[in-house]
């Protein structure tokens, strides 16, 4: 029997480099931490495709905490109007406020200190982390839930998971796997019609030879 690594890692990670999502705007090599922060902010309960159009003039125009802070809020609301999530520019004006009191204006490497900022949970705190500073971790939402708990057969809900998806996690290449896992579960193991005939994992996927 293949280990995970073998079974779900490498197949996952191939797949992504033929199929996955790479031209969204916060995915772009040499993004700034501050840059990735503000797209898990608005990424929060929205769509990719929602966030990407407005992504790319609101980093052009606000590309630090001191540039939020210096714009008025109605300002930064217009911006974010297009995606209807008015309260995401409190969210943001807050957190750059804080980063500058707190940080010096940097957004900091410590989890603790990220779940400090406003609008900042564990989800989010834990992309950063990934895709900002390169951790091998995982951030677990309910696609990620849905796909792990699928290919191992555990209960979605179980507290076994993160901690699972944290071990799976490959040496230097977390945000590629933060990001496969994303755009797998997106487009293959969606929640209500799976593409299991077309599914790379086949017969190693415990989930494969029954109804999910």
């Not at 974010?80 to 409190?90: F, H, Q």
């Not at 500058?100 to 705190?125: C, F, M």
Request: contains cysteine; proline residues 8%; glycine residues 4%.
């Amino acid at each position: 029997m293949l280990n995970p690594q073998q079974s779900f890692v490498g197949p996952l990670l191939a797949w992504h480099e033929e199929n996955g999502r790479h031209r969204l705007p916060w995915r772009e090599p040499g993004r700034s931490a501050f840059e990735i922060l503000i797209a898990e902010i608005l990424l929060q309960r929205t769509t990719a495709a929602s966030v990407s159009g407005a992504y790319l003039p609101i980093v052009a125009r606000y590309p630090s905490p001191e540039t939020v802070v210096a714009a008025s809020p109605e300002a930064i609301e217009r911006r974010i109007a297009p995606l209807g999530l008015a309260k995401r520019a409190e969210f943001i004006r807050r957190t750059s406020q804080q980063l500058i009191a707190r940080h010096s204006g940097d957004v900091p490497r410590r989890y603790a200190d990220l779940l400090e900022l406003h609008g900042v949970g564990d989800y989010t705190a834990r992309s950063v982390l990934i895709h900002a500073f390169d951790e091998d971790i995982a951030a677990v939402d309910t696609n990620v839930r849905r796909l792990i708990s699928r290919f191992f057969d555990l209960p979605p809900d179980s507290e076994v998971l993160p901690h699972l998806a944290d071990a799976l996690a490959p040496s230097r290449r977390g945000s590629d796997f933060q990001h496969a896992m994303l755009d797998f579960a997106a487009d293959v193991c969606t929640a209500r019609t799976p593409q299991c005939e077309t599914c790379p994992f086949g017969e190693h996927c415990r989930s494969s030879e029954r109804a999910v």
